[in-house]
């Protein structure tokens, strides 16, 4: 099956400081979303972004398809941030596979 | 906004027991949803895709029989853990489809068997 990595697996910024979540994907996809899991485990949707580039407040996203990855910033960074951010790709079926996960923390 | 709810949110229940876990779509139908577990510390993995009047269909490796699966309205998809024990103990979360591939998630149900 497809496997999908992503990196750092761990992050401790400083409040205000800017990050980038990379995530890669070993074979064509043609649906990738972006999740942050909160410390309650609440998964909320981020971006569906299976290519291109789409911004929503201090978060972004970028899909290059061709080459096989996915690129989530952070700007501005918040204690709220705090959690795991997983991003999940499908080729077909909509069966999501998740990455492993970049577990964030934003300190004071 | 989609949301998904799921029911308990958490569940502590004796070994042998069997525990049921409900999802619902409260504000689409949904013909599709997805069961996944979660151990602490790990990702998600999928177990099964729920299809509304139809069978489920079970990843490789995880037991039919053991995770029931019954999507009996557009709504509604239930996961019933028959004879829980103490290594069925997880978080499971539910999923649902709403409109181009893009999965809403349910807040989890946190199961501990004793």
């Known amino acids: 099956g497809i496997q999908v990595e992503q990196s750092p697996p761990d992050l401790i910024l400083q409040e205000g400081a800017n990050s980038t979540l990379r995530c890669n994907f070993s074979?064509?996809?043609?649906?990738l979303q972006w999740f942050h899991q909160n410390p309650w485990g609440q998964l909320i949707n981020l971006f569906y972004?299976?290519?291109g580039t789409k911004q929503n407040g201090r978060l972004s996203a970028t899909t290059v398809a061709t080459e096989r990855y996915s690129l989530l910033y952070i700007s501005s960074s918040q204690t709220t941030d705090s959690g795991v951010y997983f991003c999940a790709v499908s080729r077909a079926a909509s069966k999501l596979t998740f990455g492993t996960g970049t577990r964030l923390q934003v300190t004071l | 906004g989609a949301v998904v709810s799921q029911h308990p949110s958490w569940v502590i229940c004796k070994s042998g027991t069997s525990v049921k876990i409900e999802c619902r779509s409260l504000?689409?139908?949904?013909?599709?949803m997805f069961w996944y577990r979660q151990f602490p510390k790990q990702s998600l993995m999928l177990m099964a895709t729920?299809?509304?009047?139809?069978?489920?269909?079970?990843e490789q490796g995880v037991e039919k029989d053991k995770f029931l699966i019954n999507h009996a309205s557009l709504t509604l998809s239930t996961l019933t853990v028959t004879s829980a024990h103490p290594e069925d103990s997880s978080f499971y979360i539910c999923?649902?489809?709403?409109?181009?591939?893009?999965?809403?998630f349910g807040p989890g149900t946190r199961l501990l068997v004793l």
């Open positions: 729920s299809n509304e009047g139809s069978k489920a269909t079970y």
């Open positions: 972004i299976p290519s």
């Open positions: 999923s649902a489809i709403r409109q181009q591939e893009t999965q809403y």
């Open positions: 504000d689409f139908q949904a013909t599709t």
């Open positions: 074979d064509s996809v043609n649906n």
